[in-house]
């Protein structure tokens, strides 16, 4: 095993590494396939290392790849200490940290500790009686005299959130699938067991956790009833599409009760006896997100930085980013923030923000100009500096349990999840040599392979990278601050600052020209190229096309 003190000089030393970092999203069964059975693996991930690290990104998100019966994709753990066969093997793991160390890449791992899968052996020892050692692990609750479940909490993934067990002859919660049974964090003896399994990866050398569902860790000891969605309403919101009655309900019991809180101090300790470890959350919590998050990230003593659902939305407007934006600076005032306009969860923000296929490259090329200047950390998910759309797939080929369930309203997530695509004429494009890979890789998706676009000086890989060492060079995109400024149109401006340096950003996100008068108290010293955007500019106006971006230095 790896040494966890161990450094080397391509790795950023400094413990806040994680402010303003840009993260890369793995899905390792979609990434890079080496032994030909159709899935992606630790190995592939290996192999592709010097792809990702010639993005200009700091370190690595990857993806569940721990031991699972692949219920939910790796979602439902069997065992946190392992890597599942389909991935490959611990020796594996340690070989992709130290390659990616060498490369000056940190490795985040997705932590998912809110529930497990039933084939853990802590919930077959919990369900085999109400008296043995491991028998307050879940959640476990009797029935109502009428043999009706215990509350009227709903699954995320549909229908109520209690399964039967004819063995205890109780209910088990489940917030997502009923294979997904959750844990009972107010026994002290699961937190720590937990802690235990972050330790043998912290050991192992990772840098950071991605902790799922981070506000599903704890429920209402009396089990009250979820009282009905308030349009509107401070405690209430949407974390499910609309064709769920998830929505339906105001989720004060279920998730986000306060004795998170102490949990996530005590996880914080635990990485700060380690050097420069950090952690990122993922808050699904309706119209309270923002509350939740400055509470996780408040103090110093918790979460390094969370993320909301806020920019994952269909809404790529001025007026939508700069809410999000401004009312998380306004909530949270000592935290910190990742923003992402895409992730395995999501219909591809392409998809969701392009109005024409003519657009896309644009688009893309726009969209993440906006997100590499955000005050926050950024996170990118595979294939999107491909500017891949979502695949469109049959309902043979769906692999999410989610969107078979609520088939065709909603279609899963699996339109996001398909392979990436690395050679234009390659095989699957280079992606497996399997036949038919776990899920078909489209001949759209296939023209966007890396390697032609690497040779396209104008194409949207080159673009990210021409964007991310534009960010690198100017300190005040990192962890600067940020100012938005009032415009009379749906444009979005702002300056971010740091030291000696001011930059303006001038956004068009409309299909129209505008214009945008420079305030009278900024000077603009000099117009700077944000790659692939040419504005006009005379001095006191900055002419814009439709989607398009200005940038210059402020006296």
């Not at 303003?20 to 190995?43: E, H, K």
Request: charged fraction near 25%; hydrophobic fraction near 40%; glycine fraction near 8%.
């Amino acid at each position: 095993m790896p040494d966890p003190n161990a450094s080397t000089p391509a790795v950023a030393d400094h413990k806040d590494w994680w402010r303003g970092a840009v993260i890369y999203q793995v899905y390792p069964r979609s990434f890079q396939d080496t032994t030909g059975d159709g899935y992606g693996d630790l190995p592939g991930i290996t192999k592709r290392l010097p792809y990702i690290s010639s993005l200009g990104v700091d370190g690595i998100w990857l993806s569940p790849f721990f031991t699972s019966p692949m219920a939910d994709m790796g979602y439902d753990v069997s065992d946190y200490c392992n890597v599942d066969p389909m991935f490959g093997t611990l020796e594996d793991f340690d070989t992709l940290v130290a390659e990616a160390h060498r490369l000056g890449l940190k490795i985040i791992i997705d932590q998912v500790i809110s529930h497990t899968s039933d084939q853990h052996p802590w919930f077959m020892d919990s369900r085999v009686s109400r008296t043995n050692s491991k028998a307050d692990w879940y959640v476990w609750a009797d029935p109502k005299p009428d043999g009706t479940a215990p509350n009227n909490w709903l699954s995320v993934f549909g229908g109520p959130a209690w399964e039967w067990d004819g063995v205890r002859k109780q209910y088990y919660m489940h917030n997502f699938l009923a294979s997904q049974p959750d844990l009972n964090f107010h026994n002290r003896e699961v937190q720590d067991a937990l802690l235990e399994t972050v330790r043998f990866w912290l050991d192992r050398g990772v840098d950071g956790f991605r902790l799922d569902t981070v506000n599903y860790y704890f429920h209402d000891k009396l089990l009250r009833d979820n009282p009905p969605h308030e349009p509107d309403s401070d405690d209430a919101g949407l974390d499910a599409p609309d064709v769920n009655p998830y929505g339906m309900q105001s989720h004060i019991h279920d998730k986000t009760q306060v004795e998170n809180i102490d949990f996530l101090r005590r996880f914080r300790a635990l990485l700060d006896e380690y050097e420069g470890r950090m952690t990122v959350g993922e808050v699904g919590d309706g119209a309270r997100s923002l509350k939740t998050v400055a509470a996780y990230t408040a103090d110093g003593d918790k979460l390094n930085m969370c993320y909301t659902f806020d920019l994952l939305s269909p809404d790529f407007s001025a007026s939508h980013i700069r809410g999000a934006v401004a009312g998380f600076q306004k909530a949270v005032t000592d935290g910190w923030v990742c923003w992402a306009f895409s992730n395995h969860d999501v219909v591809r923000h392409l998809s969701r923000f392009a109005e024409s296929n003519q657009e896309q490259n644009r688009v893309a090329k726009l969209a993440f100009c906006v997100l590499a200047t955000l005050r926050g950390s950024i996170c990118l998910y595979q294939g999107e500096e491909l500017a891949l759309t979502e695949a469109e797939l049959a309902f043979e080929d769906l692999r999410d349990p989610y969107g078979i369930r609520f088939w065709p309203a909603f279609k899963g997530r699996d339109g996001c999840r398909t392979p990436m695509v690395w050679e234009t004429g390659g095989r699957n494009a280079g992606f497996t040599t399997a036949e038919k890979p776990w899920l078909p890789v489209p001949y759209a998706h296939a023209m966007l392979a890396a390697d032609g676009q690497e040779r396209k000086p104008d194409s949207v890989l080159n673009h990210y990278k021409a964007v991310l060492a534009f960010r690198k060079r100017h300190a005040a995109l990192r962890d600067g601050d940020m100012v938005f400024l009032d415009t009379q149109q749906d444009v979005l401006a702002f300056t971010r600052h740091k030291g000696t340096e001011t930059l303006l950003f001038v956004f068009n996100l409309t299909r129209e020209p505008a214009e945008f008068l420079i305030p009278a108290d900024l000077k603009v010293r000099e117009a700077l190229e944000m790659p692939g955007f040419e504005p006009l500019f005379d001095g006191a106006v900055v002419k814009l096309d439709g989607l398009d971006v200005f940038c210059g230095t402020v006296a």
